[in-house]
């Protein structure tokens, strides 16, 4: 990451990188989440996952799977895998290699994280015309640390573009407060809307990006996808980093306990 990045970065709170993540990666990610779902026994651990609603709340495949690798479905479209998580880069070996590749740690250091830890990843499928919408959030609401930390890194594995669910952003609004929290409340997980106004009327970004490419998106910055209408498939790998120096609260719906956090060493 240069200097002109770096500050575009911070002024706007996400950051486009073409050509990151070379070619043979992305097919390396491709066919090993084929492998996985070809091995995946759906009939036996079917569970449905929406950001919209919190269904999956009560379930507790969801709620283990900060430290596994398991496959949730889409909504509306029975059948039909969403994504594969959350822990695919410490589990897997070919995950695993891919998210600590030397440029990624380079990169994490440059973003400012003193002791980057890998917390989350995700496989996401956006099927073709089946793959649904993910609506406005902001990553903090779901991987909470005292200071913010969380920052994602979504690596298009296929060509994204408005027709097939890119990736949509309100640039600069990751100076806005964090508008909702989920976590646990006791055994519960709830989503606590916190007490903030709604978001500035201002018109979103779609970020058309070619295969390859990685997006760096801060932690409280509001992104969002729209449903994938073309014929056309819509992967993406999404891996978020947290920084080790900051609180973990015990209450983030993201729990391991069996499985230490790494980091890229
Ligand atoms: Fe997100």
Same mark, same amino acid.
């Given at each position: 990451?240069? *200097? ?33 779902? &070809? ?10 996952? %929406?950001?919209?609603?919190? *269904?999956? /709340? ?6 283990? %799977? ?10 509306? /479209? %029975? ?16 995950? !695993?290699?891919?998210? @600590? ?15 980057? +830890?890998?917390?989350? %990843? ?11 919408? #993910? ?10 640390? *005292? ?5 994602g890194?979504?690596? /298009? +594995?296929?060509? &994204?573009? =408005? ?11 990751? =100076?806005?407060?964090? @508008?909702?929290?989920?976590?646990? !409340?006791?055994?519960?997980? #709830?989503?606590?809307t ?14 058309? #990006?070619p =295969?390859?490419? +990685?997006?760096?998106?801060?932690g ?24 080790? =120096? &900051?609180?973990?609260? &015990?209450?983030?719906?993201?729990q ?10």
């Open positions: 990451m240069n *200097e002109f990045e770096r500050v575009c970065y911070e002024q706007d709170g996400f950051l486009v990188l073409e050509g990151f993540l070379p070619a043979a990666d992305c097919d390396a990610l491709q066919a090993r989440a084929a492998e996985l779902v &070809a091995g995946f026994d759906a009939g036996a651990q079917r569970t449905v996952f %929406s950001t919209r609603d919190q *269904e999956h /709340a009560r379930d507790r495949y969801f709620r283990e %799977s900060g430290g596994d690798i398991r496959f949730f479905f889409e909504e509306e /479209a %029975s059948g039909q895998l969403n994504k594969i998580g959350h822990a695919l880069h410490d589990l897997d070996p070919v995950f !695993d290699r891919v998210s @600590r590749l030397p440029e990624i740690a380079a990169l994490a250091s440059d973003l400012g994280l003193a002791e980057p +830890l890998l917390l989350q %990843s995700m496989y996401l499928f956006k099927q073709p015309r089946i793959g649904g919408e #993910v609506g406005w959030h902001q990553d903090a609401t779901y991987l909470r640390t *005292e200071p913010p930390s969380v920052t890194l979504w690596f /298009a +594995l296929d060509d &994204a573009d =408005r027709d097939n669910g890119c990736l949509m952003v309100l640039p600069a609004m990751h =100076r806005e407060p964090l @508008r909702q929290w989920f976590g646990y !409340d006791g055994g519960e997980l #709830v989503m606590r916190l007490d903030t106004p709604p978001w500035p009327d201002e018109e979103p970004l779609a970020l058309e #990006v =295969r390859g490419t +990685l997006i760096v998106l801060h409280l910055l509001p992104h969002a996808s729209a449903p994938n209408r073309s014929s056309r498939q819509r992967h993406a790998y999404a891996l978020h980093l947290i920084d080790g =120096r &900051a609180d973990y609260p &015990a209450d983030n719906w993201l391991r306990p069996n499985l230490p956090l790494r980091g890229f060493a």
